[in-house]
Nanobody, 121 residues
Framework: QVQLVESGGGLVQAGGSLRLSCAAS????????MGWYRQAPGKQRELVAR???????HYEDSVKGRFTISRDNAKNTVYLQMNSLKPGDTAVYYCHADLLIHGSNYYSPYWGQGTQVTVSS
């Protein structure tokens, strides 16, 4: 059973920090890009940050300079360090990864279950 398990969400005051983690487990042969998305109430899910297998990163404009995405390939884990948090960052954050599963010939997208991040003013 392949799964992405997130941790690290919670409640924080504006200006505070949180670190999200997402570990991929199961019969995984390789991992391509990994990333974090978020969905606020009444809004569409949006990309927050993405990192390729080679370490290239991409950020949504509103989080540039505040959030940092990184990954540990040996642990099949991706992280999102969130600093200077704002109430507008409040959302459910979802981990995403393109996984090549043993026995498969192509990468498939997988999602975590989501973790709530709430930033109070």
């Amino acid at each position: 059973q392949v799964q992405l398990v997130e941790s690290g969400g919670g409640l924080v005051q504006a200006g505070g920090s949180l670190r999200l983690s997402c570990a991929a487990s199961g019969s995984i042969f390789a991992i391509n890009a990994m990333g974090w998305y978020r969905q606020a109430p009444g809004k569409q899910r949006e990309l927050v940050a993405r990192i390729t297998s080679g370490g290239s990163t991409h950020y949504e404009d509103s989080v540039k300079g505040r959030f940092t995405i990184s990954r540990d390939n040996a642990k099949n884990t991706v992280y999102l360090q969130m600093n200077s948090l704002k109430p507008g960052d409040t959302a459910v954050y979802y981990c995403h990864a393109d996984l090549l599963i043993h026995g498969s010939n192509y990468y498939s997208p997988y999602w975590g279950q989501g973790t709530q991040v709430t930033v109070s003013s």
